[in-house]
């Protein structure tokens, strides 16, 4: 599993709240990512980080900020939840050196109601 | 266990037999391809990879063939099991761009 643990690993909130999902590694490496997983799409690339404090945004990024003030530790945060965001979320990571290899957390199963 | 796909292509395999599983990737530009097994549940898990310099590799139980010509990836598993029940699904990648994920294969094995 990489060293990769994902917190909560089941949300059930209400729209218009703020939720944070943490993604947590034990190897150091460099490069973070999130994902969500939806029926009839592959995953799909959120935000990415390449270190710490430094993030970029991926495909499906409306709503949704993150941050990383420590290599081991990747958030996701839905500043106000909306029905749309509900999904199955997942970290991963690329392994140091360019590999271009990812390894992915469990998942978090997020419903918004 | 979530739902990965709704509408997904299926394959049934007879246990025992060696499965086939197909990609056709967009870009003939991508360089690098990996293969992940997702059971009900969990997370993508890493099967192999390859590169676009090579047109097959190898690794325990599973080959990756890889068609150029063709933008075309293929894994076989040999001597499928019922724990290889999974949804299967490629990804590729070119220059700087990150990871694209196609929508998968759900593999399932009649006893």
């Known amino acids: 599993d990489a060293g990769i643990t994902q917190s909560p690993r089941h949300k059930v909130t209400e729209t218009g709240t703020p939720v944070t999902l943490r993604c947590h590694q034990t190897?150091?490496?460099?490069?973070m990512y999130w994902y969500r997983q939806d029926p009839g799409h592959g995953l799909r690339l959120i935000h990415y980080?390449?270190?710490?404090?430094?993030?970029d945004k991926g495909e499906v990024s409306d709503g949704y900020s993150v941050s990383r003030s420590k290599t081991e530790d990747f958030l996701l945060t839905l500043e106000s939840a909306t029905s749309s965001q509900t999904s199955v979320y997942f970290c991963?990571?690329?392994?140091?050196?360019?590999?271009?290899?990812?390894?992915f957390g469990p998942g978090t199963r997020l419903t918004v109601l | 266990g979530e739902s990965v796909g709704l509408h997904l292509p299926t394959l049934s395999v007879q246990e025992g037999d060696n499965s086939i599983i197909n990609c056709a990737y967009s870009?003939?530009?991508?360089?690098?391809f990996i293969w992940y097994k997702q059971e009900s549940g969990k997370g993508p898990q890493f099967i192999i990879d390859?590169?676009?310099?090579?047109d097959k590799r190898q690794g325990q139980r599973v080959t990756v063939l890889l068609n150029k010509t063709v933008k075309h990836l293929s894994l076989q598993i040999a001597a499928t099991q019922p724990g290889d029940s999974a949804v299967y699904f490629c990804?590729?990648?070119?220059?700087?761009?990150?990871?694209?994920f196609g929508q998968g294969t759900r593999l399932t094995i009649n006893p």
């Open positions: 991963a990571i690329e392994e140091t050196g360019g590999t271009d290899t990812q390894y």
């Open positions: 190897e150091n490496h460099r490069y």
């Open positions: 980080s390449y270190g710490v404090k430094d993030t």
């Open positions: 870009n003939s530009a991508s360089d690098y």
């Open positions: 390859i590169r676009s310099n090579m």
């Open positions: 990804a590729e990648k070119w220059g700087a761009q990150k990871l694209v």
